[in-house]
Each structure stands twice: as structure tokens, then as C-alpha cells.
């Protein structure tokens, strides 16, 4: 069974606050690490695929970062708005397959 | 993008009834789908993996027999969950990844289920 793991459960910030979080996942065998964003009623919307260890990828105010060697990815969002509001899930793919192994997911609220 | 649909949104049935779910990829063809669980304060799991043409493959721990998949076209993905019991209630999602694309993939909006 793959572990992968996110940090925080949940988060609250102010609009206009700058935060991040964690992604960890198993360093051996990695394929890509997927992230998602998940507002609730709709559908997870991708946002990156990442593959490359150093990898950073950017997305108007987001932002994700890829240490394979270590088995980290950190999610950033620069000056939260509260439409940012959603549960950011992380997704590990072990080989070419498109089997994905999610982790539990963050929950992030940005208040007005 | 890509859009992929799923129907119903939300069911509630009585114990022992089947249920069957729909997951439609609108704008694309996808030989795979995917059918992931997901139980209340925890991860997507994923149960099974839909191939177009063929048998579906199941995660270890999921009934086959429970939990029948069809997937009879390139666009269509069926999940029927035979003699539900309230166990079975759960959030229920599938995901399909564009052919020919670099690994995305693309999620329906879920099916609640709620036996009684």
C-alpha cells in the first residue's frame, strides 16, 4: 500500500495571505505527481503534472515545486482570494499505468 | 478541457436494490476509466480500472460480483452496485485520462449513494 500523505488537514487563511502545503509520497519508482484542486459540487480540476525532480510549475497565482529524491511536493498560493477556497488533493502515479494514489487531501478556507 | 460527466448526482435507494452509475467522457474517447470511493474524512480509493472492450480490473478488497463495471464504448463507462446495503453508501467518482494526453486526467463531479 502506497502512503502518500498532506499536510495540513485544513487551513484557514485571511485574503490576502500567502500559504503552502505538503505533499509527501514514496521516493522510489515515481512516475508524476498530479495536483488537483476540488471545489465542492464540481468536479477536481487538474492543475499540475509534475514528473522531473526540481520540477516547478506555475499557474497564475499557484505554484508547485517536485523533490523526488526526498519524496516531497509543496503546493503555493500567493495572496489567497477566497475563490481559492477548495480541497487541494495530491495524486501519486508509481508507473505509466494512470493509476493515481491520492492523499487526503487540504482543505484551505480564505476568509474576506 | 476535457470534460468528463457523471450521472446521477445523488441517489438514495433501499437495501438490497441495484444502483447503477454513469460516467460519460463528453468531448473525447477514453479506451480507460477509472472508479474511485471515497469514504467520509478519507482519500479517493480507487476501486477499479474500466478498459473499453474488455474486463474491468478490480483493486484487492473489492467484490467484482458487488460492484460490476461496464465499459461498452469509448465514451461511456458503467458502475453498477448490485444489492446495496448501507455499508455500500459512499461518494463515488470516476476519472478518465485523455488519450494521447501527458497523464491528466479528467474527473467526473461524483455520485453520492445513500442506502437506507
Known sequence: ILNVEQSPQSLHVQEGDSTNFTCSFPSSNFYALHWYRWETAKSPEALFVMTLNGDEKKKGRISATLNTKEGYSYLYIKGSQPEDSATYLCAFAQNAGNMLTFGGGTRLMVKP | ?116
Not at chain 2, 82 to 108: K, L, M, V
Open chain 2, 1 to 116: 478541457g476535457a470534460v468528463v460527466s457523471q450521472h446521477p448526482s445523488w441517489v438514495i435507494c433501499k437495501s438490497g436494490t441495484s444502483v447503477k452509475i454513469e460516467c460519460r467522457s463528453l468531448d473525447f474517447q477514453a479506451t480507460t476509466m477509472f472508479w474511485y470511493r471515497q469514504f467520509p474524512k478519507q482519500s479517493l480509493m480507487l476501486m477499479a480500472t474500466s478498459n473499453e472492450g474488455s474486463k474491468a480490473t478490480y483493486e484487492q478488497g473489492v467484490e467484482k460480483d458487488k460492484f460490476l463495471i461496464n465499459h461498452a464504448s469509448l465514451t461511456l463507462s458503467t458502475l453498477t452496485v448490485t444489492s446495496a446495503h448501507p455499508e455500500d453508501s459512499s461518494f463515488y467518482i470516476c476519472s478518465a485520462p485523455r488519450t494521447g494526453s501527458t497523464d491528466t486526467q479528467y474527473f467526473g463531479p461524483g455520485t453520492r449513494l445513500t442506502v437506507l
